[in-house]
Nanobody
Framework: QVQLVESGGGLVQAGGSLRLSCAASGGAFDSYRMGWFRQAPGKEREFVTTITWNGGSTSYADSVKGRFTISRDNAKNAVYLQMNSLKPEDTAVYYC??????????????????????WGQGTLVTVSS
């Protein structure tokens, strides 16, 4: 199965932007649904967004809808998270996740941490006020 490595985290002021990348290796990337989750200090890991294997469908948490955009490039074995209009409450470790899944729609089950099989090590995003 794939291995995942995130990059692109850092410190940004409120209102700024960051782009996270997740590089996959070791598996058939286009067989995987991809997702981004985040975990703030003292809180549980939560769903941010997910994208189907072909990039045809995406789903977002209400807290990031309209500000964050997930995309993928199957030729490069990569998934991205463009984060705009960042807020201090977006501060968290962001994790890339994958699950072998060729469905073309997203149902609530597919936004749960337990649905995903493979996780990256995380990248820290800090948004200052």
């Amino acid at each position: 199965q794939v291995q995942l490595v995130e990059s692109g985290g850092g410190l940004v002021q409120a209102g700024g932007s960051l782009r996270l990348s997740c590089a996959a290796s070791g598996g058939a990337f286009d067989s995987y649904r991809m997702g981004w989750f985040r975990q703030a200090p003292g809180k549980e890991r939560e769903f941010v967004t997910t994208i189907t294997w072909n990039g045809g469908s995406t789903s977002y948490a209400d807290s990031v809808k309209g500000r964050f955009t997930i995309s993928r490039d199957n030729a490069k074995n990569a998934v991205y998270l463009q984060m705009n209009s960042l807020k201090p409450e977006d501060t968290a470790v962001y994790y890339c996740a994958a699950v072998r899944d060729k469905s073309i729609i997203t149902v609530p089950l597919m936004t749960r941490t337990g649905y995903f099989q493979v996780w990256g090590q995380g990248t820290l995003v800090t948004v200052s006020s």
